[in-house]
């Protein structure tokens, strides 16, 4: 057992890294999260029948007759969120401290497919109580695949397997959750810890001004590092447990494929494309700038930075005033973007002879891109930043539009989807 251990662990790791500081405990609160996934999803197949008949009357059976069900239902609902949440924030640490660099740059690229994989197992098992919460949520993300080019309606339909939403979804939906990804996640999480191990353990996080790759005093792994982890992991289990028993996993109604809610809403971490899809045309909203997002996503590690920035909190100071830039112009231009096509403008009425496809996708999407180019420029120019500063500043660009995108679709889009006040 001490040897498998050691294929994820270093023997002896440099004391600076055990700092909760360092990491916040992102990747291994990760890694309990979906181990206790596992052990109440395992619960949760002894009640749960998949079949359209009897999963929403199987869910109640377990919530109302299976002694603390509803808690193991808790438990299982809020790790998976949770579970996103803290991924995400494992993301962005990484990035914002230089840690996808190289010798990194293959792990970045792991991560991202984790995120994926993570996003993926939450959505498939969405649709599992088959609510009309999650039967709606999934039914407009599956309608989206449609304006896939070519393959579209060929995906859809092998997803749903067939042309309308019904037992074949939910089994196909049913499998992946609980065969598929399981095993996907096993797989990738121990590939990623093994690369982390490869690469000689954590960045170790420095100051501006401090040489890159300063060694500093080892200590052995076990148990100076087991400890940690394990106070960590036993902290997070409580706190799941304590969440579980205040905050019930939410329930709708059993589905009804007549009669869709008003609003209609794909889950709350797909939201910020749904919002997308108000403001451009499907083909530039689903297919288009999500692929060059994920492109963007993997090319990062591979970019010429010339300077190790690797431990540097956003690159250099210089770096730290270029995100703030970014993230407050982003925000501004993103709301007053989202208020203009709301209230003021509507390129298909301004520009009724063109095809939809061209007045609602390409024409924004070209001005979106003379906007961003212009950011660019600016960035350069006011602050001389270096290339990874405005990378780094693109990066903060476009992730501070998709918040403020998903903040807008969870909290201010009421009946017909139209802007309104939460309260």
């Known amino acids: 057992m001490n040897s498998l251990l050691l294929h994820f662990r270093p023997r002896a790791v440099d004391d600076r890294t055990l700092r909760f500081t360092l990491t916040w405990g992102l990747g291994g609160m990760a890694a309990v999260l979906i181990f206790l996934l596992f052990c109440t999803g395992i619960l949760l197949k002894f009640v749960y029948e998949p079949s359209p008949a009897r999963a929403y ?8 007759n299976i002694l603390f069900g509803q808690l193991i239902r808790n438990i299982h609902h809020w790790s998976g969120n949770i579970l996103l949440l803290g991924v995400f924030l494992h993301f962005l ?10 010798p990194r740059q293959f ?4 991560g991202l497919a984790l995120l994926g ?17 999650g039967f709606w949520a999934v039914t407009i993300c599956t309608t989206m695949l ?7 309606k060929w995906l859809q339909e092998s997803i749903q397997g067939g042309p309308e939403m019904g037992p074949a979804i939910l089994t196909n939906f049913y499998a992946i959750h609980t065969a598929v990804m399981p095993v996907v996640l096993v797989l990738l999480m121990g590939f990623h810890f093994w690369r982390v191990r490869k690469a000689k353990g954590l960045v170790i996080l420095r100051s501006p001004d401090e040489a890159p790759d300063t060694r500093g005093e080892t200590v052995s792994s076990i148990p100076n590092l087991l400890v940690r982890e394990i106070a960590v992991g036993l902290a997070l289990l409580a706190f799941m447990l304590i969440f579980a028993m205040l905050f019930n996993a939410p329930l709708a109604d059993k589905a009804n494929p007549g009669l869709s809610p008003n609003p209609t809403k794909a889950p709350w971490y797909f939201l ?24 963007f996503m993997f090319v990062l590690p591979y970019l010429d930075y010339r300077e190790n920035t690797s431990g540097i909190w956003f690159c250099s100071t210089n770096g730290r005033k270029t995100a703030l830039t970014a993230a407050l112009v982003s925000a501004l231009i993103t709301t ?4 203009a096509n709301e209230f003021l403008i509507d390129f298909g009425t301004l520009l009724p002879g063109l095809p939809d496809a061209v007045s609602n996708g390409l024409i924004p999407f070209v001005l979106c891109l003379l906007v961003l180019a212009g950011f660019y420029s600016f960035i350069n120019k006011k602050y001389s930043a270096s290339k990874h500063e405005v990378v780094q500043a693109v990066f903060v660009f476009l992730l501070t539009a998709f918040v403020v995108f998903t903040i807008t679709g969870i909290l201010f889009r ?7 006040l939460p309260w």
């Open 117 to 133: 994989s993570v996003l993926l197992s939450a959505f498939t098992g969405y649709l599992l109580p088959w609510d009309q919460l």
């Open 57 to 64: 009357e199987s869910i109640l059976y377990l919530q109302n």
């Open 272 to 295: 910020g494309v749904q919002e997308l899809l108000m403001h451009f045309h499907p083909l530039f909203s689903l297919v288009i700038i999500p692929a060059l997002v994920v492109f």
């Open 107 to 110: 792990n970045w690229i792991i």
């Open 414 to 420: 009421g009946p017909g989807m139209k802007l309104t």
């Open 93 to 102: 640490r990484v990035f914002f401290t230089g840690a996808f660099t190289a």
């Open 146 to 152: 449609e304006y896939v080019p070519i393959i579209g």
């Open 336 to 339: 007053v973007f989202i208020f």
